[in-house]
């Protein structure tokens, strides 16, 4: 039987075979980004960083979907997302100077008797010793940083219209600092994140040992004060969350 396509047919399957090309393509790249992704998370080792975070911004809905599918949970996708950002920003991070740098660490980590006021900059801590705050934002100022204990996102972003750091910390969970980084990349900033152990209002938990590995890069070693350094003298910190503060 001889079949008759008219140009209109053939024009139809030529469209229907070129979207399916590029589903097919879609799906082959997003299954490439998760296979390295996957072997990134599993290796602790960050492969092709600069293609990853490219790739995975442009296939990251169906990224997630089969992130999901193979049973990988949302907090360790979100996770490794910030592990890249962080991961790619770190040079640009440790070249610009602390003067230039901020950063914001979220309210929820003080005590639930805080006696700080808040002000149009942030939480007034009055490195009370009912919290770790106290005593290294204490740390953080010595060594240069602007610090900000911050009720929220709102506050964030004056702060950075006010004071236009070239480069920011910020703590929190998983979600805000996910959405910090990509604040920070849209308007231009060195953004690095730090994720709390614990969610929550009030009393959440930071190991400040990851604080200060982010803090303390870049920063030249007689600018590090001597509560910054371990018992051997190495630029991290001590034992977290126990950490007396005075
Ligand atoms: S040390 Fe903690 S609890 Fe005390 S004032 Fe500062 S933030 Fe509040």
Not at 206 to 225: C, F, H, R, T, Y
């Amino acid at each position: 039987m001889v079949v008759n396509f008219t140009l209109w047919e053939q024009f139809v399957f030529l469209v229907g075979e070129v979207t399916l090309i590029i589903i097919l393509g879609i799906l082959l790249f997003s299954v490439l980004m998760v296979a390295i992704s996957v072997y990134s998370i599993k290796t602790g080792k960050l492969m092709f960083p600069r293609f990853l975070k490219a790739g995975i911004t442009m296939v990251e809905g169906t990224v997630k979907a089969i992130f999901r599918l193979i049973g990988l949970e949302d907090a360790e996708m979100l996770s490794f997302f910030i592990q890249l950002r962080n991961s790619m920003n770190k040079r640009s991070f440790a070249e610009i100077p602390v003067e230039e740098r901020m950063i914001f660490l979220p309210q929820c980590l003080r005590s639930a008797r805080c006696p700080a006021h808040l002000s149009p900059e942030g939480l007034n801590c009055r490195s009370c010793g009912q919290c770790s705050i106290g005593y290294w934002r204490g740390v953080l100022e010595k060594i240069g940083y602007r610090v900000f204990i911050a009720p929220g996102s709102t506050l964030i972003k004056r702060m950075v219209k006010k004071y236009r750091p070239r480069a920011i910390i910020g703590v929190g969970c998983l979600s805000e600092v996910k959405e910090g980084l990509e604040l920070t990349d849209k308007i231009g900033i060195v953004g690095m994140g730090v994720v709390t152990l614990k969610d929550g209002c009030v009393e959440t938990l930071v190991n400040w040992d990851d604080v200060m590995d982010v803090a303390l890069l870049g920063i030249p070693s007689e600018q590090i004060p001597k509560e910054a350094l371990r018992d051997d003298d190495t630029p991290h910190i001590h034992e977290f969350s126990s950490k007396p503060d005075n």
